[in-house]
């Protein structure tokens, strides 16, 4: 056990001393990390952010508002609501007065309520509001509703849900691509900073293999030093993406486009997820790029 | 100790390096490889060190059959056996001291061990004086003593010395054949693949001649060259 241990510490050492004898290289090989990490974070705040705008979309908009038209008796309004009731898909059905809906309104519009005050008599009509199961039960509720006397209109967001979810989709298939090309390309940089080191160290290794070394114990400093560059690159990325992102969500909702941020990954809710991914990705791209390059020249 | 059984080695490229070689080396024999140039000791060699496996016949190592093994077994089957190489091959940024201790090091020795160790060896091959000196303050006889104290810093029962002698001059030559000497005194089988006609001659160990891949000739307390040219 002991033995291992000295054998660890002599490994980590001579990563560390390679790292330091290929800085200029090794510079090039964090660099190329960071940026594919810092577009990586680019790209999830992205999918994040538009999986936020369709969770919320879907949520506000599996429903349908069908507004009435004034002054219609009892039994019209019990028609429509059992027409409304009597479908597939159906959670509840409620109905909105004018004055609720100016409530709401009101409570929605915070800090310009005030521009609401004078509005009389109510312009708002009354309403049902249908709870569905799904977005997909619309199309027929609304079929049988529209028609029915009193209806002056149905609302609801089928095609814009639709076609944000085949947007998301979009941008998550043209991320994972443009992700995958440059991780490819800097495990290809790694590797060839790599090489640097192996071929600084080729007559230590030569005589390595003589003296019985293991190809554990040979492989392992490069390995360690694929691996720190992809530590320090990851770090790098974790601080540019944090801070960078910090400063563009506030810079984004001291503009008055608060109604926009609501829809933005909060940065702090973002940091652990970066952390874990980037560091993952790091270690990763660094000890695959020295594995490949390791494999080419260290054979026995 | 080593033994080779009806082994041959044809690389890929066609070329056979070595058809039905028999040998049987006993513990704590010196024996020296001679031959001319591609005549196929350094194939012999390589196959001992398991740089290449043997395409026909069998190879034994300490009672071990080491024909075929494993990549992962091979480091450990090398630690049974020290090479010493024409050109030292050592390490020019560590000095005398630290290129012996690297040996230990790779192992993972206990460092108590390798302080008691190293000087041990050192004074061996009457190195004492320059253990803190960098190989390019070393003459060519030095350079070969620092390798030779590599090789046999772990205790390998087996030394290997790949042409020696080949780059020193007869007076230094002699001075490492001494250290040789020493050593398979001790106890240590000794393999040497060697041009060196005068030492052969005068060392009177066992010979075995490779020719175009064949032993052509095996005796106890040869020369160089056979009996009768020798006349």
């Known amino acids: 056990m002991k033995m291992k241990f000295r054998i660890f510490k002599n490994i980590l050492k001579q990563g560390f001393q390679g790292m ?78 004018k004055e609720q809906a100016l409530e709401i309104m009101k409570e929605e519009w915070e800090d310009e309520a005030y521009l609401l005050e004078g509005l009389e008599p109510n312009p708002l009509p009354n309403s049902y509001i249908v709870q569905l199961k ?15 006397e009193g209806v002056e209109e149905v609302k609801y967001y089928k095609d814009i849900i639709e076609k944000l979810i085949i947007f998301a989709n979009y941008v998550r298939f043209g991320g994972v691509v443009v992700i995958g090309i440059l991780v490819f390309v800097s495990v290809f940089i790694i590797s060839n900073t790599i090489k640097l080191t192996v071929t600084a160290r080729k007559r230590e290794v030569n ?62 809710a973002l940091i652990k997820d970066i952390t874990i991914i980037f560091t993952a990705i790091g270690v990763g791209i660094g000890a695959l790029g020295s594995l490949v390059s390791l494999k080419r020249f260290l054979n026995v | 100790m080593i033994k ?33 140039s591609g005549a196929g000791k350094s194939t012999l060699i390589k196959l001992l060190l398991k740089e290449e496996d043997p395409t026909e016949g069998k190879i034994y190592l300490n009672d071990m059959d080491i024909t075929k093994v494993k990549n992962r077994r091979i480091p450990f089957i090398r630690r049974n056996i020290g090479v010493v190489f024409q050109d030292f091959r050592l390490l020019p940024n560590k000095t005398v001291y630290e290129n012996v201790a690297f040996a230990m090091e790779i192992i993972g020795a206990h460092p108590k061990e390798i302080r008691r160790r190293v000087p041990m060896i050192l004074s061996m091959v009457d190195l004492s004086k320059k253990a803190d000196c ?38 230094t030559a002699w001075e490492i054949m001494k250290v040789l000497r020493e050593i398979n005194r001790r106890g240590t089988t000794i393999l040497m693949a060697t041009h060196a006609k005068d030492i052969v001659d005068s060392m009177k160990k066992r010979v075995v001649a490779i020719e175009a891949g064949k032993v052509v000739r095996d005796e106890e307390k040869g020369g160089y060259e056979n009996e009768v040219s020798n006349i």
């Open chain 2, 4 to 36: 080779f059984t009806n082994t041959g080695k044809e690389y890929k490229n066609g070329v056979k390096a070595l058809s039905n070689i028999n040998l049987n080396i006993k513990k704590g024999e010196f024996v020296f490889i001679v031959g001319p």
């Open chain 1, 20 to 97: 330091w004898r290929n800085r200029g290289m090794g510079l090039a090989s964090i660099s190329s990390i960071s940026a594919v990490l810092v577009i990586l974070g680019i790209v999830l705040i992205m999918i994040l952010s538009i999986n936020n705008v369709v969770l919320e979309t879907k949520t506000k908009f599996d429903e349908i508002q069908i507004f009435l038209e004034n002054e219609l008796t009892e039994e019209q309004l019990n028609d429509i609501e059992k027409a409304a009731k009597d479908n597939e898909g159906v959670l509840s059905v409620m109905y909105q007065s």
């Open chain 2, 134 to 171: 960098y190989p390019d303050q070393l003459s060519g006889g030095e350079h070969q003593r620092v390798s030779i104290a590599r090789s046999i810093v772990n205790n390998p029962p087996v030394l290997i010395a790949d042409e020696p002698t080949g780059n020193l001059d007869p007076e």
């Open chain 1, 207 to 268: 005589i390595m293999k003589y003296v019985g070394a293991t190809n554990g114990y040979i492989r392992g400093p490069f390995i360690i030093e694929g691996i720190l560059f992809g530590l320090i690159g990851a770090a790098l990325s974790i601080l540019i993406v944090n801070y960078g992102y910090d400063y563009f969500f506030k810079a984004v909702s001291d503009k008055l486009y608060v109604l926009f941020t609501v829809y933005l990954v909060s940065p702090a």
């Open chain 1, 134 to 148: 799904d977005i997909k039960y619309a199309d027929n509720l609304v079929d049988k509703v529209k028609n029915i």
